[in-house]
Structure formats: structure tokens, C-alpha cells
């Protein structure tokens, strides 16, 4: 069974520039999770989707970055304009319907370099 | 609110030697509790969890935690390290109303031989 895939694997860009990432989760996973990890720190959610729907947005900087999942499958996560704290690894998870307490199953992440 | 620590950012231990990777966690409500492991260059996955029943949980590679509600910890335990053991591994709490998983910062685990 084929894994998380997520791309590009690493990028660097320039403050101010914009940068896309995208996410195709495990077939049949309806829940799917962008989370930022920044270097020496955990994981942070910063959306939910369940199907093409949002659950959870509430920890995404409205005013920089966007996320969509068309069609309730693959998901492409934005951010227009960069800011040098914006430098981590996005990290798409997805998960299969069952309530709290199911497992995530990871991608290996893009890893975001703002100079 | 839910919030966790991890006592620990780096653990050096040589091989065969035991190890004990601390976490403590607050929360207000009924939790789930979660190991997940990073190896070198792989992504996150799933080590082990405690939803309900035997306080003590393992793994297949030889971990166990044990959850200890009154002292709010998960702490994990392994008798005898291997060199592939080598890796970060992040304690998470979940909250069982919403699901909303919240992550340690990380332990940075590294066996020596």
C-alpha cells in the first residue's frame, strides 16, 4: 500500500516569495492534516480536513497561508508572502475515519527554507 | 486545554543499556495517549497507544509505557536498546471529545555501541 506522498521534498525561497506544497494521502483516508514543524519543536496542527471539508483551521495564519483539498483526495497547502520564521517542515498526515484515537500515518515532509 | 512536555530533549545511552524517555501532560478533559518515532530520513509512524483498558501498553519492537493518571505521565521504557533505536520520538495527547492531538517537543534518543 502506497504511503503519503508530499512534494517537493525540500525547497528554498526568498522572503516575500510564495511557495506551494502538495500532499496526496493514503487511498480511502478521509481525514487529511497539514502540521508545521519547526526545528527542536513538535509538530503543530495547522488544518483539518475531513473529505474537502475544514474541521479545524484555527492555528493557520489566515492572512499568509491557504489550503485547499479539491475533490476530498490530494491537498496543496500555500504560503504567499514567505517570512523567514516561515522556515520548517510541513508535514501531511492522513488518517481513516474512526473517531479520536486513530493513527496517523505520515508523509516524509517538505522541508521550507526562507532565506 | 491540553499541553505536554517531554522531560528530556536528547538521551544518550549505549547499546543494551535500558532507557526511560519521560512525558507528563495536563489536560481537562479524558486523553489518549501516543508515541510516535522518527528514524533517520523516514517520516513520523506510530510506536504505540493507550486508549482505554490496561494502563500498560508495548510495542512490537520491545517498548512499553505505562499510563499513570494520577501522576499525568507516559512515560517510555525499554529494557535493552539497539543501535536502530536510534531516533526522535515525540509523546502526543489526544483529546477523546474532539480528537485534536497535541505534540511533545521531541526526545532526541541516540545509542552508542
Known amino acids: 500500500e502506497a504511503g503519503v506522498a508530499q512534494s517537493p521534498r525540500y525547497k528554498i525561497i526568498e522572503k516575500r516569495q510564495s511557495v506551494a506544497f502538495w500532499c496526496n494521502p493514503i487511498s480511502g483516508h478521509a481525514t487529511l492534516y497539514w502540521y508545521q514543524q519547526i526545528l527542536g519543536q513538535g509538530p503543530k496542527l495547522l488544518i483539518q480536513f475531513q473529505n474537502n471539508g475544514v474541521v479545524d483551521d484555527s492555528q493557520l495564519p489566515k492572512d499568509r497561508f491557504s489550503a485547499e483539498r479539491l475533490k476530498g483526495v490530494d491537498s496543496t497547502l500555500k504560503i504567499q508572502p514567505a517570512k523567514l520564521e516561515d522556515s520548517a517542515v510541513y508535514l501531511c498526515?492522513?488518517?481513516?475515519?474512526?473517531?479520536?484515537?486513530?493513527?496517523?500515518?505520515f508523509g516524509e515532509g517538505s522541508r521550507l527554507t526562507v532565506l | 486545554a491540553q499541553s505536554v512536555t517531554q522531560l528530556d530533549s536528547q538521551v544518550p545511552v549505549f547499546e543494551e543499556a535500558p532507557v526511560e524517555l519521560r512525558c507528563n501532560y495536563s489536560s481537562s478533559v479524558s486523553v489518549y495517549l501516543f508515541w510516535y518515532v522518527q528514524y533517520p530520513n523516514q517520516g513520523l509512524q506510530l510506536l504505540l497507544k493507550y486508549l482505554s483498558g490496561s494502563t500498560l501498553v508495548e510495542s512490537i519492537n520491545g517498548f512499553e509505557a505505562e499510563f499513570n493518571k494520577s501522576q499525568t505521565s507516559f512515560h517510555l521504557r525499554k529494557p535493552s536498546v539497539h543501535i536502530s533505536d536510534t531516533a526522535e520520538y515525540f509523546c502526543v495527547v489526544g483529546s477523546s471529545n474532539t480528537g485534536k492531538l497535541i505534540f511533545g517537543q521531541g526526545t532526541t534518543l541516540q545509542v552508542k555501541p
Open positions: 498526515a492522513s488518517s481513516f475515519p474512526g473517531g479520536p484515537g486513530g493513527e496517523l500515518f
